[in-house]
């Protein structure tokens, strides 16, 4: 009985932790991307250089729009817009940004697309945006019960580790992947502010 409580115990101190977000309609509509491309599911793995350990999951749908599912992410940026870990305004910028945030010196990160039905893509944007906010630690729980619940993705398995789902992911088919490494900074607290100037640069020109 002590064990059954002490395992009830850990997920529910970890909910405590997080963070709800919710971002105004205008901004969700003013932040609202709609890429050219056909629908996908793409998952995102931030793996350690050191030992191929998984430190972070996301998946970005595409769908009516398109959005990163970020679960407990640190990632933010003033053109897009957050409800409770699903971005909103993931332009090829953004999505660029967000990228070269989590690919560093320890780290680098696994793109895995897979083009799906629009029901499919629509059924994944209905579950992120009904997820909720996410505990930190909590990403690969979240991100591997989502897709487990997916038609073509039943493989994956419910997990709290990133790699692990990862690797499901790899096994299924048409999977287009891609590897991105970048020497910067652990410390990537001034890419943020860079990323931010970058943008407005851009806007204003």
Not at 91 to 107: G, K, Q, S, V
Not at 110 to 133: H, T
Request: proline fraction near 7%; hydrophobic fraction near 45%; include cysteine.
């Amino acid at each position: 009985m002590r064990r059954a409580f002490a395992a009830l115990a850990i997920p529910l101190a970890l909910a405590a932790c997080a963070e709800p977000k919710w971002a105004p309609d205008a901004d969700v509509q003013r932040a609202a991307y709609v890429s050219p491309e056909p629908p996908s599911i793409t998952l995102y793995t931030a793996i350690r250089n050191s030992n191929g350990e998984g430190g972070h999951s996301a998946i970005l749908v595409n769908s009516s729009q398109r959005v990163m599912f970020d679960p407990a992410g640190t990632w933010w940026h003033t053109n897009t817009a957050e409800r409770n870990d699903v971005i909103f305004g993931m332009t090829p910028t953004m999505l660029d940004f967000y990228i070269d945030y989590h690919a560093r010196e320890t780290y680098h990160v696994v793109e895995q697309k897979i083009y799906v039905s629009p029901e499919v893509a629509a059924l994944a944007m209905a579950k992120v945006q009904a997820n909720g906010a996410v505990p930190k630690a909590m990403c690969g729980a979240n991100v591997s019960d989502i897709l487990n619940d997916l038609p073509g993705f039943e493989s994956i398995p419910q997990t709290f580790y990133p790699a692990k789902i990862m690797r499901a992911f790899e096994k299924l088919p048409n999977v287009q992947t891609r590897k991105i490494y970048d020497d910067d900074s652990d410390d990537n607290t001034g890419l943020l502010a860079a990323q931010a100037t970058a943008a407005a640069a851009v806007a204003a020109n």
